[in-house]
């Protein structure tokens, strides 16, 4: 999609190859820096980026580490194991598997990025993330005897600042990262991209047996998700603030609780 035009009769779409599509409504689901987001946000005089510290910069790799290695280390179950503020930084490292494969990687706010670039020479991403590698395989939970190359690593912006003020306008809505669906916690956005999904389709159902698309019939949708786990973005924040100025008691404590353990795995 290159570019897209509202009208009070439809939303005509212009894509890169010089065709035309033609609709009812558009749904941005384009993550951080989406073109429908960008126009809501245009609209309702929103800042037109997330600020630094509502972004959180994540670096990862996939590799397939054999099923030996993954039963001996993370055992039939397949746990995962994160480091909270790895080498003292907001933020956290992970190993996630998945069979035979785990996914590692770092995530850390923009903003301290951005900081630690200006103030330390030499400091990088990639070695942040080549050094958390490194403290893995010092303590057993990666092979070795494999080495990361650059063609290996793949990076992503991940909205984390509880969603947008406004998500709908004139035929146009956003889900998923598009709409800073992402727990402010974990980084985890898989379950609020489906979700968002689903409740659009259901609301544009009801919006569509009506015939009208404007911002107001439209703010259904925006009802629908805020109403359902709005306030679990909200109460993901603080978590956040609170895994970070004292991750010991906070992790100590919701590993004592169920319904804690669901809640900030969510």
């Given at each position: 999609?290159?570019?897209?035009?509202?009208?009070?009769?439809?939303?005509?779409?212009?894509?890169?190859?010089?065709?035309?599509?033609?609709?009812?409504?558009?749904?941005?689901?384009?993550?951080?820096?989406?073109?429908?987001?960008?126009?809501i946000r245009d609209i309702?005089?929103?800042?037109?980026?997330?600020?630094?510290?509502?972004?959180?910069?994540?670096?990862?790799?996939?590799?397939?580490?054999?099923?030996?290695?993954?039963?001996?280390?993370?055992?039939?179950?397949?746990?995962?194991?994160?480091?909270?503020?790895?080498?003292?930084l907001d933020g956290y490292?992970?190993?996630?598997?998945?069979?035979?494969?785990?996914?590692?990687?770092?995530?850390?706010?923009?903003?301290?990025?951005?900081?630690?670039?200006?103030?330390?020479?030499?400091?990088?991403?990639?070695?942040?993330?080549?050094?958390?590698?490194?403290t893995l395989k010092e303590?057993?939970?990666?092979?070795?005897?494999?080495?990361?190359?650059?063609?290996?690593?793949?990076?992503?912006?991940?909205?984390?600042?509880?969603?947008?003020?406004?998500?709908?306008?004139?035929?146009?809505?956003?889900?998923?990262?598009?709409?800073?669906?992402?727990?402010?916690?974990?980084?985890?956005?898989?379950?609020?991209?489906?979700?968002?999904?689903?409740?659009?389709?259901?609301?544009?159902?009801?919006?569509?047996?009506?015939?009208?698309?404007?911002?107001?019939?439209?703010?259904?949708?925006?009802?629908?998700?805020?109403?359902?786990?709005?306030?679990?973005?909200?109460?993901?924040?603080?978590?956040?603030?609170?895994?970070?100025?004292?991750?010991?008691?906070?992790?100590?404590?919701?590993?004592?609780?169920?319904?804690?353990?669901?809640?900030?795995?969510?």
């Amino acid at each position: 999609v290159k570019n897209f035009e509202v009208s009070k009769e439809k939303v005509i779409v212009k894509l890169r190859n010089g065709e035309e599509i033609s609709g009812e409504v558009i749904i941005g689901a384009g993550g951080s820096y989406d073109l429908v987001s960008k126009r809501i946000r245009d609209i309702e005089n929103m800042p037109m980026n997330w600020r630094d510290e509502d972004i959180a910069m994540a670096l990862y790799f996939e590799v397939d580490v054999g099923r030996e290695f993954m039963d001996e280390i993370y055992g039939e179950k397949r746990i995962s194991m994160a480091h909270v503020k790895y080498q003292g930084l907001d933020g956290y490292g992970w190993s996630f598997s998945k069979d035979t494969v785990l996914n590692v990687g770092i995530g850390c706010p923009r903003n301290i990025i951005k900081k630690l670039k200006k103030e330390k020479k030499g400091w990088s991403e990639r070695k942040y993330l080549l050094d958390y590698v490194e403290t893995l395989k010092e303590q057993g939970w990666f092979p070795k005897h494999i080495e990361i190359e650059r063609k290996m690593i793949s990076g992503a912006n991940i909205p984390v600042g509880m969603g947008m003020r406004c998500t709908v306008g004139d035929r146009m809505m956003v889900v998923g990262d598009a709409g800073g669906f992402v727990s402010p916690l974990s980084g985890e956005g898989i379950y609020y991209a489906l979700d968002s999904g689903r409740l659009a389709a259901e609301s544009l159902e009801v919006i569509f047996s009506k015939g009208s698309f404007e911002k107001k019939d439209l703010m259904h949708y925006h009802r629908a998700w805020s109403s359902k786990w709005g306030d679990d973005l909200e109460w993901l924040k603080v978590g956040w603030h609170l895994l970070m100025v004292m991750p010991n008691s906070l992790i100590k404590y919701a590993a004592l609780d169920e319904e804690t353990k669901k809640f900030f795995t969510h």
